[in-house]
């Protein structure tokens, strides 16, 4: 019966990475968080077998984290890692892969068991195709884009913690000597039932209060695309939905501004009901809401948003 080990730093990821493992049928689940992250009771209802707790999992660099995850895996003989999609752990895994001579696949949608080998499905060509991989070699590595999936409840079982304790100084080859914390704006998008999401048709910072103003109305969270984001720096990181970013699938998602590149829609084509806002009918976006306002955004916006007032609407 095959291993598994849960490397997450919230409890949101390790929520949902124990789904992918029930997934798999596995029943030796075992999960590497921060020793803050979670208590005994909570822990011990994920059906989980066994708990590393990591003093200093956030402060530690994955160059770091790689010695821990390795050690971990020789001993305990997990024939599967599973990590959230995010930077640090793309690196910390493809890292650890190199070193064990495994397979490392980043950004998998899902996982299942398909007569006895472990079959992965990721985007592919920039999210216009999705390939399924089938894993001849363990351990293997993967991160999973995080989706809101929820595990099932379960009896309250018996669990081991294992403290780690803080990795000693003199062994680190690279050291934190700073960490900022980003300040979070909004809730999570991946749990958001309203999405409203700003592109560059946008054609300055300021206009963006628009948007923000038609999301307070509608109860709804502030998302962007990539280029807002990375390119411009007018919304954070965390914000930016596709591909790249975040992958969310709420009740309404309104786009407004958005060409809806494949890389953009992979990450939102999950939503109940697209709407788009886009001046341009040529505009690939069209193709895939369920509503189309092909109109001048300044004018439309401005103009819902008079509206919304006028009736005290109000969707979420
Ligand atoms: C490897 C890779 C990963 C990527 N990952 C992501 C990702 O995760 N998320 C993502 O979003 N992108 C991603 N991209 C970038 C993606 O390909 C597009 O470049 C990006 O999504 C375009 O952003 P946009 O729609 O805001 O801008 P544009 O493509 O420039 O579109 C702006 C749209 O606004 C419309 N518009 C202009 N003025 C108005 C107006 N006044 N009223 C109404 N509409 C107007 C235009 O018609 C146009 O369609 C990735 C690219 C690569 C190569």
Redesign the pocket.
Same mark, same amino acid.
């Given at each position: 019966m095959m291993t598994v080990l849960i490397l997450a730093g919230e409890l949101d990821e390790l929520l949902e990475l124990r789904t992918v493992a029930d997934q798999i049928g596995a029943q030796d689940v075992e999960a590497l968080v921060p020793d803050a992250l979670v208590d005994g009771d909570t822990l011990s209802s994920l059906g989980l077998k066994r708990v590393y707790l990591l003093e200093g999992f956030e402060e530690t660099p994955p160059e770091e984290l790689v010695k821990i995850v390795i050690d971990l895996v020789k001993k305990r003989g997990h024939g599967l890692v599973v990590g959230p999609s995010k930077k640090i752990y793309r690196e910390l895994f493809a890292r650890t892969a190199q070193n064990l001579s495994s397979p490392c696949l980043t950004d998998c949608t899902s996982l299942e068991s398909v007569e006895g080998s472990l079959v992965a499905e990721r985007p592919f060509l &920039?999210?216009g195709y999705v390939e399924r991989l089938a894993i001849k070699r363990l351990p293997a590595l993967l991160t999973i884009q995080l989706m809101g999936r929820r595990p099932q409840t379960r009896e309250k079982g018996s669990l081991e913690m294992v403290r780690l304790g803080r990795l000693s100084t003199e062994d680190l080859r690279l050291r934190r000597v700073a960490v900022e914390k980003v300040e979070r704006r909004g809730a999570d998008l991946a749990k958001a039932r309203v999405v409203v999401s %700003? *592109? /560059? *048709?946008?054609?300055r910072r300021e206009d963006l209060k628009m948007a923000e103003d038609l999301a307070q109305l509608l109860g709804a969270e502030l998302a962007?695309? /990539?280029?807002?984001a990375s390119d411009l720096g007018w919304m954070p990181e965390e914000k =930016? %939905?596709? #591909?790249?970013?975040k992958w969310i699938s709420p009740q309404l998602y309104i786009a407004? &501004?958005?060409?809806?590149?494949?890389? =953009?829609m %992979? &990450?939102v084509r999950n939503s109940r009901i697209i709407v788009a %806002? +886009? +001046?341009?009918t040529s505009?690939p976006?069209h193709r895939e809401a369920d509503y189309s306002v092909p #109109?001048?955004?300044?004018q439309?916006i401005p103009a819902l948003i008079k509206v919304l007032r006028e009736r005290g609407a109000r969707v979420a």
């Open positions: &920039g999210g %700003v *592109g /560059r *048709g946008f054609k962007c695309s /990539r280029p807002i =930016h %939905v596709g #591909l790249s970013g407004i &501004g958005i060409s809806g590149q494949v890389q =953009h %992979v &990450g %806002v +886009n +001046n341009d505009a976006i #109109l001048d955004l300044y439309f």
